[in-house]
């Protein structure tokens, strides 16, 4: 029986997806949370599907590199709806809707020029099994950088979403912490995206911090249930995916799904 559950750790492909599971899940908690207490998740959504016009921008100027083509295509992505959102008066998830809508088409457009697309479907489910040391060396890199920024940067943010007016006028520069904020989504959606998978990866950013949201009486139960309902889904939802013979990505946004639903219940009976 012992060997029945432990078997799946003798692959070491298995054991780099754990690894990377480890690693990402919590990063996504603890971003997730910044985003779901700016109303980012349109954004968040957006910037994942803008991931196939990044890569139909390198294609169409020859890059050989789609990491680097989607992650310079992002950030610009991030920042221009990011400049646009400040300045225009319609409502923001109209504007984040349009651009996502427009780069899904570009993307779309261009990469299944000629029937060509069937490369690519694997991004739309990710594939975290096929992840690389060295890729897993990113992933560690690209997290203590957003424990950095959480460190410093949280609770300014917070002020800023809610009240900007009064946040700038205690000298806290509002739209430079929006602008690296917004390049660091753009920066993990994007190196994460191949393992996670396009058509998922907002749920797995969303979902652990809602749950979390539904039980937390304060910022500290808030974090620390994130990560823990992010960890939790990610490393169960290898595990059956090895077992099932599922794809990866998919389950874990199964399990991340169950535990919302339970948390809300458990709220309503617990609330009213």
């Not at 559950?5 to 298995?14: A, D, H, K």
């Not at 652990?208 to 974090?223: F, G, I, K, T, W």
Request: aromatic content about 12%; overall charge positive; proline content about 1%.
């Amino acid at each position: 029986m012992i060997e029945f559950f432990t078997g799946w750790w003798q692959y070491s492909f298995m054991r780099s997806a754990f690894l990377a599971v480890m690693i990402i899940t919590p990063l996504f908690g603890i971003l997730g949370t910044m985003i779901v207490n700016r109303k980012m998740a349109f954004f968040s959504d957006a910037l994942g599907h803008s991931a196939l016009t990044g890569i139909a921008v390198g294609v169409v100027l020859g890059v050989t590199d789609t990491n680097l083509s989607m992650v310079i295509f992002a950030i610009i992505f991030a920042l221009l709806l990011n400049k646009i959102s400040s300045k225009s008066t319609a409502s923001t998830d109209t504007i984040i809707s349009v651009f996502s809508s427009c780069s899904v088409a570009i993307g779309l457009a261009i990469l299944s020029k000629g029937g060509n697309f069937s490369k690519y479907s694997s991004l739309l489910v990710g594939d975290i099994l096929s992840i690389t040391h060295r890729e897993i060396v990113y992933l560690v890199l690209i997290f203590a950088v957003t424990l950095v920024f959480w460190f410093f940067a949280f609770n300014k943010l917070n002020a800023v979403s809610m009240h900007r007016t009064l946040a700038t006028s205690r000298h806290i520069p509002a739209t430079l912490l929006e602008n690296l904020f917004a390049v660091l989504i753009a920066l993990i959606v994007m190196l994460s995206i191949k393992w996670v998978g396009i058509l998922i990866i907002n749920a797995l950013l969303i979902l652990p911090a809602a749950s979390s949201r539904n039980l937390a009486v304060n910022l500290r139960e808030y974090h620390f249930f994130a990560v823990l309902f992010s960890m939790f889904s990610g490393i169960l939802g290898l595990i059956i995916s090895y077992f099932t013979n599922v794809a990866t990505g998919p389950m874990i946004i199964i399990v991340a799904s169950l535990i919302y639903f339970i948390t809300f219940a458990y709220q309503k009976v617990v609330h009213g």
